[in-house]
């Protein structure tokens, strides 16, 4: 979630990042210690659906799945640790979990706290509207007038994307996706910039009822989904990735995916969505 950008303006969705090139050894092979034990505590802020979030009070989610099969590959039981989004990475350096998951994308700041494991996904930013004021707040450059108001998730690359080139917009900022999509329908705001998972979620893909909203599809960014250690955990972050190219092999990445994220870019165009 810090999260960002994708292919072309004719088709939407995303593509999933492939070729994680070589074998990774194994931390046993080099005589190293896990960072954990019998639990691997999982560190998720469940308000990133579908990769990350709360139905009923269970956790859900493209990572909660992840997270479960990485437990059985490990050997661990898995401990989700719910912190807020902000906390995340805190929460792992000060060894209150023992990995990221949750939506977390590669940014060179981030890159200066953690460490990341091979990214299994590539998203970017889209925006999603109101049905009723899509010809207008489709032209270019009408997310960038004083009269338009964008909202994003606070602390991610949305945020970051709409501070960076929208400097005549008001901006505000929102804690989690449900309120943000609700200021978009009450008309509170005119624009939501969120990773495209966020608007394949609420718009529903093709067997969305969605009348109300609809998203402009052409992506904004482009940006890596990966799981984040401690800069200290390469033994673990090893065996994050083999256990990734293993998975992008046999199909498990894909499986998935596919679970979750119901539209791919390459076989939906845009045109297949109004």
Known sequence: MVRVRTGGPSHV??????????????SFVFGTTPAFADELRVGIAPIYPPLAFKK???????????????????????????????????????RRVDVVMSGMSVTPDRQKLVSFADPYLRVGQMVLVRRADYERLRQPGA???????VGFLSGTTGEAYAREHLKRAALQGFEAVDPAVQALRKKEIDFFVGDAPI??????????GEKELRGLYTPLTEEHLAWAVRQDG????????????RWQKNGTIEAVESRWITVRRTTVSVKDLD
């Open 13 to 26: 969705g995303w593509r999933r990042v492939v070729g994680v090139a070589g074998t990774v050894a194994l």
């Open 56 to 94: 009923e009070g269970q956790l859900r989610g493209m990572e909660v799945d992840f997270a479960n099969r990485l437990g059985k590959e490990l050997g661990a039981t898995v401990k989700f640790v719910e912190v807020a989004w902000e906390d995340l990475i805190p929460a792992l350096q000060e």
């Open 143 to 149: 997310m960038d007038e004083p009269t338009s108001r």
């Open 199 to 208: 608007i394949w979620k609420v718009r529903g893909g093709l067997e969305s």
């Open 234 to 245: 390469t033994a673990l972050r090893d065996r994050l990735n083999a256990i990734i190219a």
